[in-house]
């Protein structure tokens, strides 16, 4: 059995996309890269690409949106077959399923209230999923919330130009693909930024954790220790990971937090990226 620590995917999503000519038609998918996967249901990169996507009539495709922030690839295919299976999976009660046979075709409403369903489930709601709007109808359905289903719902973001742009985003799939590459490119960006902001801290000078005060000593430690850090650019609060962990359930019920506030600069820090940081910083160093 290998003793290698799991590694946090940098990115992985579970999608919907919508068939611009036929948009009754929906696929579910999960791809670490949305723009080479979008590439290939629409035919842009010659292998790959399901099935579905490929029947004459439904090209090109639009990825209306995405759900990401999944602490592991196996997590990510979780949420995509129940999101394909909602009539059956395990991850929606019986009592609140809205589709309850295989073969009903249901339109987008449908397909969104069964997404709240998922992200309200305890397994998924403690990963702080995001979710990510590439479309403003699709947006709209969204916040209309048709079947009126109870739940406080993750980051919701969508891209400032599907409210501006509405003409042409419903009908150009180039400019929907232009879209994703925009936000998954900056997305990438970013975590190799804090990634490498870590690393930074690490590698140069002696550092303590500001709650144990505990040597912590990355050179010499052969990745056994795991440690956390604010975000916050301007904050240099350090610990130890389970440190933080004890800081943030100490008055609470939880056995996974959902996020807690930095001890020192008091943001509030989402418990699923800490972990995501420090397994990935420790990763890194054991490859070396």
Same mark, same amino acid.
């Given at each position: 059995?290998?003793?290698?620590?799991?590694?946090?995917?940098?990115?992985?999503?579970?999608?919907?996309?919508?068939?611009?000519?036929?948009?009754?038609?929906?696929?579910?998918?999960?791809?670490?890269?949305?723009?080479?996967?979008?590439?290939?249901?629409?035919?842009?990169?010659?292998?790959?690409?399901? =099935?579905?996507?490929?029947?004459?009539?439904?090209?090109?495709?639009?990825?209306?949106?995405?759900?990401?922030? =999944?602490?592991?690839? #196996?997590?990510?295919?979780?949420?995509?077959?129940?999101?394909?299976?909602?009539?059956?999976?395990?991850?929606? !009660?019986?009592?609140?399923?809205?589709?309850?046979?295989?073969?009903?075709?249901?339109? #987008?409403?449908?397909?969104?209230?069964?997404?709240?369903?998922?992200?309200?489930?305890?397994? =998924?709601?403690?990963?702080?999923?995001?979710?990510?709007?590439?479309?403003?109808?699709?947006?709209?359905?969204?916040?209309?919330?048709?079947?009126?289903?109870?739940?406080?719902?993750?980051?919701?973001?969508?891209?400032?130009?599907?409210?501006?742009?509405?003409?042409?985003?419903?009908?150009?799939?180039?400019?929907?693909?232009?879209?994703?590459?925009? =936000?998954?490119?900056?997305?990438?960006?970013?975590?190799?930024?804090?990634?490498?902001?870590?690393?930074? !801290?690490?590698?140069?000078?002696?550092?303590?954790?500001?709650?144990?005060?505990?040597?912590?000593?990355? #050179?010499?430690?052969?990745?056994?220790?795991?440690?956390?850090?604010?975000?916050?650019?301007?904050?240099?609060? #350090?610990?130890?990971?389970?440190?933080?962990?004890?800081?943030?359930?100490?008055?609470?019920?939880?056995?996974?937090?959902?996020?807690?506030?930095?001890?020192?600069?008091?943001?509030?820090?989402?418990?699923?990226?800490?972990?995501?940081?420090?397994?990935?910083?420790?990763?890194?160093?054991?490859?070396?």
């Amino acid at each position: 059995m290998s003793n290698k620590p799991h590694c946090v995917p940098d990115f992985y999503c579970c999608y919907l996309l919508r068939s611009i000519p036929k948009p009754n038609s929906f696929y579910i998918g999960s791809s670490p890269d949305p723009v080479r996967r979008l590439r290939q249901h629409n035919g842009a990169v010659r292998r790959g690409g399901a =099935f579905r996507t490929k029947r004459t009539g439904t090209r090109p495709w639009k990825m209306v949106c995405f759900v990401y922030g =999944f602490t592991s690839k #196996i997590a990510a295919l979780q949420f995509e077959h129940a999101w394909q299976h909602s009539y059956k999976t395990r991850f929606i !009660e019986t009592d609140d399923r809205l589709v309850t046979k295989k073969n009903t075709r249901n339109g #987008i409403a449908t397909k969104l209230g069964n997404l709240r369903l998922l992200l309200r489930h305890p397994y =998924f709601d403690t990963m702080n999923l995001h979710i990510r709007f590439f479309d403003r109808l699709v947006w709209e359905s969204w916040e209309t919330n048709k079947f009126k289903i109870d739940f406080k719902v993750p980051a919701c973001e969508v891209d400032e130009a599907v409210l501006t742009d509405e003409s042409q985003l419903d009908d150009l799939n180039e400019l929907n693909l232009e879209r994703i590459r925009a =936000f998954y490119d900056d997305h990438i960006s970013y975590e190799s930024s804090i990634f490498q902001r870590y690393q930074d !801290e690490l590698t140069y000078g002696e550092k303590h954790c500001m709650l144990c005060d505990k040597k912590i000593d990355y #050179i010499h430690d052969e990745g056994t220790q795991m440690v956390t850090f604010c975000s916050e650019d301007e904050c240099n609060f #350090i610990s130890c990971l389970s440190c933080l962990y004890k800081q943030f359930t100490k008055n609470s019920m939880e056995i996974i937090p959902k996020a807690g506030h930095c001890p020192s600069c008091h943001r509030l820090l989402e418990w699923s990226r800490l972990v995501k940081y420090s397994t990935t910083i420790r990763q890194n160093l054991v490859d070396k």
